[in-house]
């Protein structure tokens, strides 16, 4: 086994390799590059921000895996009471928390961009593959499930180049290619709050991808409140639940993406709930009071480590 690392996505990225192979290492490395410079919104330049850029004015075709991609999101953020918005880019970019955010925005902002932030007027076209934002000002953003759609693509890379087993971790967006005689991968769960190197729990998992979605990694602290990085659009201020973190195992990075956020969204019981009748989605979520709680585990084995401490 042998780790590459790199900063990619203001995030540290490893990928861990079966045995050395830097011109593998660098193949990946240059796939994630490639497909950020498509998603991000955080750059001017991407292809998402040149259809964030025509809204108002015109659709902009864009490439079949993108125009998929889109799609699914628009999907998940159309379902009945859904908390996840890909339209939310207004409110993310009125609020910059994890950017230069120190307070909350004016309410006046908020209100502005709460009148851009509706999903129905994303206008897909599947024939001519394009995607027209009605309203001057609108933005989509899918910092929720880039990381997940990349670490698929890596992983499926990987698959194709016959590597037996690896792991690519893109800062909390964790999947595995299987490891061989049941040996699983050892992926730690950071303590909320506490320094990295403190965990709560290590799942054990093989050929699975594991994803968080937590309130503790960009947030900012104001007049002894806690804002961050996961937006409400029905408030138009952070979600504000009994949840510190979501962690979603499944076998594609991108549903886990998606569902960790949605989860985190829903609450406790509620994800409970909902993950009974998905046995292919399972979770371990970690509340306000540091209880650890796990939905199922016929995927992933998880011992807890730091409990209430
Ligand atoms: P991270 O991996 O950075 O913790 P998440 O998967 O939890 O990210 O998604 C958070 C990001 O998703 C935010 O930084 C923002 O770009 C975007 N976002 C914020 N609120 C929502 C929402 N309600 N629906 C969809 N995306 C959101
Ligand atoms: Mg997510």
Redesign the pocket.
Known sequence: MIDYQAVMMGSPIRLSLSQENPQRARAVFQLIKQQEALLT?NRDDSLLMAVNRAAGQHPVVVPSTIFHLVSLALQV?LLPGS????A??P??KAWR??FAGRSPPPISRINDAMALIDPHDIVLDAEAQSIFLRKCGMEI?????A??YIADKVCQYLHEQQEPYALINL???VHTLARPEHHLWQIGLRKPFASPQTLSARLAVSGRSV????IY??FFLHQQRCYH?????RTGYP?DNDLLSVTVISESSLIG?IY??LL??MGVDESLAWLSHHPEIEAVMITRDNDIICSSQHHFQCHVLNLKQ
Do not use: P, Q
């Open positions: 919104v953020s908390l996840f918005n890909l939310i880019g409110l993310v928390i994890g953003d899918l910092g929720a499930i990381k997940g800062g909390g967006n994803v968080t979605s937590g990694e960009r990085h996961i937006l409400d659009s979600l993406d960790s956020t985190y969204g």
